[in-house]
């Protein structure tokens, strides 16, 4: 499935009975729609499933200097809008900021929202200053173009992904951290991303315009990763945005990274999250 937004053409794998409860997911940075390649059959079965590339990201379109929440809004929206009719939002990071967001704006789109690990509060420059984030982000850049000018495959990346270093302490790698099909899936979001995609994520433009205060009017459940282990929702996030948003449900995972359903340790728990949630906003009649 192919959408166009403002002539930017994104790119959407669509599965599933058309009339069935539709569900999108949307990645993170440096994401693509692989990283919900492993979803079970009790997720797919008669649900319509659309896996979107965000612009910048796999078989969408490269937009240099419009990588900014309002255009990655403004292309769930019009996704969206070519669904024909309200669905749940599944957002991981970068992707959860833009359900977030859609779901301010166009409430009646939304039929509830799922969030992984979102970096609401980083839209604040004091909370993003003190972040892991800010440091990572430009290596990111950085290694990007270099792997990219140097040609390397798909595979060549998935397998230098895995032999980083997971947090500071250097005792564990990514690839003893996150699942195969994960490594596999972010060598080839890397493969075809466009690298200004991270410099907006450096220099922290691109989360510039998040609202923290208006009201959310479908259910919400956030999975929150630990920021001791690189997680970017952490628990004085929980309390202000409770403070606000009375109705959301937050779930704290203690012990586990910014990627919770790649995560070996976390993957169980992420699904029977997702399954629950979508079981009660995106049920599938018997039969």
């Known amino acids: 499935m192919r959408v166009s937004n403002d002539g930017v053409t994104l790119n959407v794998q669509d599965d599933g009975p058309q ?3 539709p569900v999108v997911f949307l990645h993170g940075v440096s994401g693509s729609r692989h990283a919900y390649a492993w979803l ?7 649900r319509r499933v659309l896996r979107v590339d965000q612009r910048g990201h796999g078989d969408s379109a490269k937009t240099p200097g419009a990588y900014g929440i309002e255009d990655y809004t403004g292309d769930a929206v ?28 166009h409430p009646e789109l939304v039929t509830a929202v799922f969030l992984e690990d979102p970096p609401l509060f980083y839209s604040e420059a004091a909370e993003f200053e003190t972040s892991a984030a800010r440091q990572a ?11 990219q000018a140097e040609g ?21 790698r990514l690839r003893e951290v996150l ?38 009017e479908a259910p919400v459940l956030l999975l929150a990763a630990d920021e001791s282990q690189g997680g970017v929702f952490a628990a004085r996030h929980a309390e ?47 039969g």
């Not at 430009?138 to 270099?146: A, F, G, S």
């Open 19 to 21: 009339d069935g409860p």
């Open 40 to 46: 079970p059959p009790e997720i797919l079965l008669g």
């Open 78 to 105: 019009a996704i969206l809008r070519a669904v024909g009719r309200p669905a749940v939002l599944v957002g991981h990071s970068l992707g959860g900021c833009v359900a977030w967001t859609v779901a301010q704006r």
């Open 137 to 147: 982000f430009p290596v990111l850049r950085d290694r990007t173009i270099q792997w």
């Open 152 to 172: 390397a495959s798909a595979e060549t990346m998935s397998e230098r992904i895995g032999e980083q270093w997971f947090g500071r302490d250097h005792t564990l």
């Open 179 to 216: 699942t195969d099909d994960a490594l596999q899936a972010m060598g080839r979001a890397y493969h075809d991303l466009d690298p200004a995609v991270l410099q907006g994520a450096a220099d922290n433009s691109t989360l510039e315009g998040i609202d923290l205060t208006a009201p959310v």
């Open 240 to 286: 202000r945005l409770h403070a606000t948003h009375r109705g959301i449900e937050v779930v704290a995972l203690d012990g586990c990274g910014h990627s919770i359903g790649g995560a070996r340790r976390f993957r169980r728990a992420y699904l029977e999250q997702l399954t629950r949630f979508l079981d009660e906003h995106a049920p599938v009649a018997p």
